[in-house]
């Protein structure tokens, strides 16, 4: 079942922060997210595994807390350059796959 | 420079023909995949595969076929059992061992693909 983001759309000044989420009904081991420009192909941003962890890189990281199963993206002190459709996949112990949610988009204005 | 290229980049297509959407990739990963997105949608799976000569139907298989006899290569027929395939279609790959779902995806820059 795919899982559900949220919110569906966001727009924000440079500089603001913002959090996108992402909630399953199944138990989750990963989650990936992605984030994709119009018209290309979607960029990796991370993977986090069972185990609660929180990831970053420069100011952009992501929480997986598995009991609520739900993941969720922060953007902190957002640059134009966030721009872009945000989704993350999720995948269920020993799964092959992943499957999507329906994206976040996010526009960032000077 | 490692990969994914997918060709071609547009493809106008008449209704009742088939048509397939070629996705090589030299990252020397085992598994790949091919995804539809529509305007406004997430993605959505049609076909991975682990391992050479071997495949699995995704959520959307319907209308669609496959084949994986390289490893780098995973193209994409659609038919014309296919009743909507306007959609723009990404290929991907991961590597790292199995679970896939544990390994980050590489995705090509896609095929957006017109019936006339």
């Known amino acids: 079942q795919q899982p559900v983001q949220s919110p569906q759309a966001v727009i924000l000044r440079e500089g603001e922060d913002a959090v996108i989420n992402c909630s399953s009904s199944?138990?989750?081991?990963?989650v990936h997210w992605y984030r994709q420009k119009h018209g290309e192909a979607p960029v990796f941003l991370m993977i986090?595994?069972?185990?609660?962890e929180q990831k970053g890189h420069e100011k952009i990281s992501a929480s997986f807390n598995e009991k609520k199963q739900q993941s969720s993206l922060y953007l902190t002190a957002s640059q134009l350059s966030y721009s872009g459709t945000y989704f993350c996949?999720?995948?269920?112990?020993?799964?092959?796959?992943?499957?999507f949610g329906q994206g976040t988009r996010l526009t960032i204005n000077p | 420079d490692g990969g994914i290229t997918q060709s071609p980049k547009y493809l106008f297509r008449k209704e009742g023909q088939n048509v397939t959407l070629s996705c090589e990739q030299n990252?020397?990963?085992?598994?790949m995949y091919w995804y539809r997105q529509d305007p406004g949608q997430g993605l959505r799976l049609i076909y991975y595969?682990?391992?050479?000569?071997?495949?699995q139907k995704g959520d959307i298989a319907e209308g669609y076929s496959v084949s994986r006899e390289k490893k780098e290569s995973f193209p994409l027929t659609v038919t014309s059992a296919q009743k909507n395939p306007t959609a723009f279609y990404l290929c991907?790959?991961?590597?790292?061992?199995?679970?896939?779902?544990?390994?980050?995806?590489?995705f090509g820059p896609g095929t957006r693909l017109t019936v006339l």
């Open positions: 991907a790959s991961s590597g790292g061992g199995l679970p896939s779902s544990y390994n980050e995806q590489f």
């Open positions: 199944k138990a989750l081991y990963s």
């Open positions: 986090l595994l069972k185990g609660g």
């Open positions: 996949g999720t995948g269920i112990q020993g799964a092959q796959k992943l499957v």
């Open positions: 990252l020397n990963h085992d598994a």
């Open positions: 595969s682990q391992i050479v000569n071997d495949f």
